[in-house]
């Protein structure tokens, strides 16, 4: 649970409120669930906003900059207008997976924020499985876009879910390799604990060349899990309309549509936690300042969702064939080299 | 070998890509100097249309109110869906005493037109071209319908019919 000062007093002051300390327990971890959700809500937006005003830049346009100073409040409106909209759905559609789809998507990607490290006070659920908990139930959010492709019962949103059935589960082998490299070199499954074992030097450095590939790896890897151009076949707009969320509109959309980019988000904390040592900052120059961890650790999510943008308006399409042979012809063999080289490097006790 | 190849050269010309649109990037995100986008209604007055834009087809006249179109008609059998429409009327030669067709009035029906440029490519005598304008909004739609050889004015001396 939050361990900082500020909570204890909450804590505290809760207990006298309340009768007993399971109550207090309970309330404690309503609280938390609302306000993680308010706070990615916005943090969704923010993101939806970014990569907006960022393809701006990058295709020579200027990008949203009307609603508000910057257009920040863009993404807010077009929230607004989704909020307001009919839930529209098709006749055929086999109703109950149709609605439940969404909710699977959004839940995943809302329970794998919880074992987030954002400093070293500020993390809900720090269990000792804890990067074990993200491969687990990040995998979850397939689930829901298959069943989306499944039960709209339309052509063009079933081939969008096998694509990503093909997809997400190839990549994910990768992104588990790629762990298991990292957890090879930290010797913990737990958040805290692996970014404590980067105090004096990241990850990325500690492992010489093979922390090198396994962040190439995941680079890629996180890219294909959450379905960024250039691996964005599953909802390739001009093939497919718009992908296993064809027949979605209103709210159901806007989860979807609001889980893709909170994934973008945990897959760039996760890459941060695993190589660049989290809420540490570098060199150690801010120890001792409260509140540092916090604002290093957005900067360098926010320096790896830069990348993922970079990614997004430079590189084109890769075609299904394309997607399956880098997967399962480079990245895979690739990381298993690199799992064997990291575990021959640990072993020999050549790690910085 | 070669599969080795394969990946540095993959990631050599993923890094270059990369680059070309990272250094784009940073001189719009510092300066704006490539940006081409126009902030339509707020520079309304200073926004100047291109060389090459199709805003509507109108009629070149000299200082003298003379124009070249010698009322031939073929921009108006050129035209795929009847946009122009070619009125005649008579002058007498007044020293052969001879009458012959001269252009009345070219009607050009600008909310028919596509701009697909036929008329202009049709032309003999280079009477027509493309105007820059692009602001064409009415609240009256005969507005659109436009007369392009102006009032009074004649066939340019010397055009070749
Ligand atoms: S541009 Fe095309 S549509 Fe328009 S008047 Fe000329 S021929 Fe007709
Ligand atoms: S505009 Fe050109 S093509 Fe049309 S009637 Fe006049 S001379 Fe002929």
Redesign the interface.
């Known amino acids: 649970m939050i361990t900082l000062s500020i909570f204890s007093n909450i804590h505290q002051w809760l207990l006298g409120v309340l009768p007993d300390e399971s109550t207090v327990h309970v309330v404690e971890l309503i609280t938390i669930a609302l306000v993680y959700l308010a706070l990615f809500a916005l943090t969704g937006l923010f993101l939806v906003y970014a990569e907006r005003r ?1 393809a ?3 295709q ?3 990008g949203p900059n009307r609603v508000g100073p910057f257009g920040l409040f863009q993404t807010l409106a077009d929230a607004l207008k989704l909020v307001s909209k009919e839930l529209t759905g098709t006749v055929k559609a086999d109703k109950f997976l149709y609605h439940l789809a969404p909710y699977f998507v959004i839940i995943s990607a809302l329970v794998t924020l919880s074992i987030i490290p954002f400093s070293q006070e500020i993390q809900v659920f720090d269990i000792d499985i804890g990067i074990f908990f993200f491969a687990a139930v990040s995998s979850l959010g397939v689930i829901g876009i298959f069943l989306a492709g499944w039960s709209s019962n339309n052509k063009y949103s079933l081939i969008g879910g096998m694509r990503t059935g093909l997809q997400m589960v190839s990549y994910e082998l990768s992104i588990g390799m790629a762990i298991v490299t990292i957890v090879l070199l930290s010797g913990t499954l737990q958040m805290s604990q692996i970014i404590e074992a980067q105090r004096h030097t990241w990850n990325i450095f500690q492992g010489h060349i093979s922390s090198l590939i396994a962040f ?1 790896v995941i680079m890629i890897a996180s890219t294909a899990e959450t379905n960024r151009t250039p691996f964005d076949l599953v909802e390739a707009e001009s093939e497919l309309g718009a992908g296993f969320h064809t027949e979605y509109s209103g709210m159901n959309f806007a989860y979807f549509f609001l889980a893709e980019f909170i994934n973008m988000f945990i897959s760039a904390t996760i890459i941060v936690v695993l190589f660049f040592g989290g809420w540490l900052s570098p060199f150690g120059i801010t120890d001792g300042i409260p509140f540092m961890g916090a604002f290093w650790f957005i900067l360098k999510v926010a320096f790896i969702i830069f990348l993922f943008m ?2 997004r ?3 084109p399409r890769l075609r299904i064939d394309q997607v399956l042979k880098l997967e399962w012809k ?1 990245l895979l063999p ?1 990381n298993i080299v690199n799992v064997v080289f990291m575990a021959f490097l640990v072993w020999m006790g050549l790690t910085l | 070998m070669s599969y080795i190849g394969e990946i540095t050269g993959g990631i050599k010309s993923l890094l270059m890509g990369m680059s070309v649109t990272g250094k784009y990037f940073l001189i719009n995100f510092f300066t704006r100097r490539d940006v081409i986008t126009e902030q339509y209604p707020d520079n309304i007055n200073t926004l100047k249309m291109f060389d090459r834009f199709r805003g509507e087809v109108v009629m070149w006249h000299n200082e003298n109110n003379e124009h070249r179109c010698t009322g031939c008609s073929a921009c108006e059998r050129a035209c795929p869906n009847g946009t122009i429409e070619i009125l005649w009327k008579k002058v007498v030669n007044p020293e052969t005493g001879k009458g012959r067709r001269a252009i009345d009035k070219h009607i050009y029906h600008l909310g028919m037109c596509t701009m697909c440029g036929l008329c202009i490519e049709a032309c003999p005598t280079n009477a027509i071209e493309w105007g820059q304008e692009y602001h064409h909004p009415t609240y009256d739609r005969t507005k659109l319908t436009k007369v392009l050889n102006k009032p009074g004015s004649k066939l340019m001396q010397g055009t070749k019919e």
């Open positions: 960022i701006g830049f990058f020579l346009r200027l190439m970079w990614f308006w430079t590189f480079y690739i």
